[in-house]
């Protein structure tokens, strides 16, 4: 078993920066592929982005390609994800994952955390 709890979400204005954070317990963190994902309100959860367990492959969504950046201290048990040029699509929330096998996928998730709120104001 394994638990994630995110932080890091708030209110931000466009342009602007945030740093979300998942930590992991429960599992060696170093063994397992991570993820974010993000859901809007009326909208299905999308993937976001993602890193294997040692750090060499990281996935990106289109959408967030160049603005952010996923990353992993495994040291901190910790999953973070850097988001620069924050605009108003963006606003949702924001969900760690992890798997056991691959990296994180829609399909294929074994681990989610609670979700943190992150708001992009125009």
């Known amino acids: 078993q394994v638990q994630l709890v995110e932080s890091g979400g708030g209110l931000v204005q466009a342009g602007g920066s945030l740093r979300l954070s998942c930590l992991a317990s429960?599992?060696?963190?170093?063994?397992?592929?991570m993820g974010w994902f993000r859901q809007a309100p009326g909208k299905e959860r999308e993937f976001v982005a993602a890193?294997?367990?040692?750090?060499?492959?990281?996935r990106y969504a289109d959408s967030v390609k160049g603005r952010f950046t996923i990353s992993r201290d495994n040291a901190k048990n910790t999953v973070y994800l850097q988001m620069n040029s924050l605009n108003p699509e963006d606003t949702a929330a924001y969900y760690c994952?992890?798997?056991?096998?691959?990296?994180?996928?829609?399909?294929?998730?074994?681990?989610w955390g609670q979700g943190t709120q992150v708001t992009v104001s125009s």
């Open positions: 994952a992890a798997d056991r096998t691959n990296i994180p996928t829609t399909t294929r998730v074994d681990y």
């Open positions: 429960g599992r060696t963190f170093s063994n397992i592929n």
């Open positions: 890193i294997s367990w040692g750090g060499g492959r990281r």
